[in-house]
Structures are given as structure tokens and as C-alpha cells.
């Protein structure tokens, strides 16, 4: 089992930043990729940043620019710099990792961007 713990959520007037983490426990060994995804209300849960064990990177177009996907492999945790932040970002932001045909979720955080 893998577990998922988030921080870093919380409201930021626009043009502000926040930085998002994510650190993973449990059994960790061979996990291919981590990633952050969010979901507005009323909206499908969407990609926003993927990782991968080898350092490429991928980004939702709507975010390419203003946010960084990074990694910590000493800490096993995976950060995400949100920079510019408009109220359209407002969601609650899932981190994710997947090993093999596994996926794992951590509990979401909220991220508010206020006009």
C-alpha cells in the first residue's frame, strides 16, 4: 500500500502562488510516476502535472507557464509550485502516483484563488 499525504492548499488572492506537496509512505518501491490533477465543482477531474521516475515532465495546457511539477526522491515527495494564479484555478488538487497497474490518491487539498 501506498499512502499520500498533501499540504500546502489554501487561499491566495490572484496573481498570488502557492507551492502544493505531496509525500508518499508505505511501500513506495517502484512507483513509475507521480502527478497532480484537480477538479472545480460541477467539473471532471483533470490533469494537471505528471512526473516521472526519469524526470519528464507534462503539464496541462492551461497551466504550462505558471505551475512546476518537481520531485524529491530523498524525501519521496513531489511538489507543485503554482505561480499566477487566477480564480479559474480554484479546485481541489489530488496528488497521484502509479506503480505498475496500480494507482493511488491522496485526500485532495483545496486551492481558492480569490478576484
Known amino acids: 500500500q501506498v499512502q499520500l499525504v498533501e499540504s500546502g492548499g489554501g487561499l491566495v488572492q490572484s496573481g498570488g502562488s502557492l507551492r502544493l506537496s505531496c509525500a508518499a509512505s508505505?511501500?513506495?518501491?517502484?512507483?513509475?510516476?507521480m502527478g497532480w490533477y484537480r477538479q472545480a465543482p460541477g467539473e471532471q477531474r483533470e490533469l494537471v502535472a505528471t512526473?516521472?521516475?526519469?524526470?519528464?515532465?507534462n503539464y496541462a495546457d492551461s497551466v504550462k507557464g505558471r505551475f512546476t511539477i518537481s520531485r524529491d526522491n530523498a524525501k519521496n515527495t513531489v511538489y507543485l509550485q503554482m505561480n499566477s494564479l487566477a480564480p479559474e484555478d480554484t479546485a481541489v488538487y489530488y496528488c497521484?502516483?502509479?506503480?505498475?497497474?496500480?494507482?493511488?490518491w491522496g485526500q485532495g487539498t483545496q486551492v481558492t484563488v480569490s478576484s
Open positions: 508505505g511501500n513506495i518501491f517502484n512507483i513509475n510516476a
Open positions: 512526473i516521472t521516475s526519469g524526470g519528464s515532465t
Open positions: 497521484n502516483a502509479k506503480k505498475y497497474v496500480y494507482a493511488y
